[in-house]
C-alpha cells in the first residue's frame, strides 16, 4: 500500500496559487505529497521541503488542446480544465504506484502538522474499506427509490456536520430521470485508486475533459455498479470540509473552523485568507 496526497499549482496569481504553497509548506506532512505545475515556482518547490519522513514529488500536467474547451456549439465546457487536471493527476499517482489518494485543489487550505494523516487514519478506520470518502453530496436521489432516498437520510443525520450535507436535483423521478450520483465534494477526498481505474480511460485525456464533472461520474458509476449498497462502499469523513459555493457555509466560516482545529484541511478558500 503507498499512501499519497497531490495537487495540481497554478501558475502565480491563478486560482489562490501563491497563497496554497505558502500554506501548504508551512505544516509538515507524515505520507508522500505530490505536487503538478506547468510552472516555475521558484527555489524549493522541486526540491524535498517536507521535515520527517515525508516525501516530495514533483511532475508535469498533461496540456489539454484549446479546442476541447469548448463544445460543437462553441459553449465552455464549465469542467473541462478542473477533468483535465484531474486525470493528469492521477496519471502520475498511477505511475508512482500510488494506492490510495488525497485530492487536494489550490483553493484548499490545511490546518495543523501531518494534517494527511488526520485525514487517512480516519479513512482507515472506517468500519468497511471506502471506494471513496470525504464530504458527501448527492444528486437525483429520489431517482434511486425510497430505500435508497432513506439511505441517503440517514447518513445526513449521522454526518455531525456544522453544515448540511447537500442534495441537488431533489424531484420526483417522472420530472427528473437522470442517475442518481452520490460522492465526496472533489478536493478533499480520499480515494482507492484501483477504483478510479476503473471509472475513467486514463488512457484518454480528451474523453475525461469533454465529460460531466469527474466526482459526479464518479458517483453515478458507483451507483450503477452497487445501487443501493452506494452507502457501504462510501463514507463521510469529519476531518475534512469541502463544500461547493457559499450557499450553506461561508468562507469565514470555514476558515474559522480551520484555525479552531474543528477540521485538517477545508475548501474553498478563493481569498487570499490563510493561517
Known sequence: MKIASICYVPPPGIGCSNVFLANIRRFKTTHTLILLSDHDHGEGFSTQYQKGKAG???GSP???PQHVLHDEQGKRRACAISNAVFHSAIKVALAM????LLYLESDCRVGCD???AKIFDEYFKLPFPALAAGTLCAWNVPNGGLEFAREWVDATCKSGNKFPLVSYGAFPSATCQNTPSVFPNGALGVYNMQWLT???DMTSLLKTAQGLAWDYVLGQKIYETFGRDTFRVLAHLSSVCSTYGESLSTEKNRME???RGD???VHPVKSEATI
Open 56 to 58: 516530495f514529488q514533483m
Open 62 to 64: 498533461e496540456r489539454l
Open 97 to 100: 504506484k500510488v494506492t490510495h
Open 114 to 116: 501531518n494534517w494527511d
Open 198 to 200: 476503473e471509472c475513467f
Open 257 to 259: 473552523w480551520l484555525r
Open 263 to 265: 477540521y485538517a484541511a
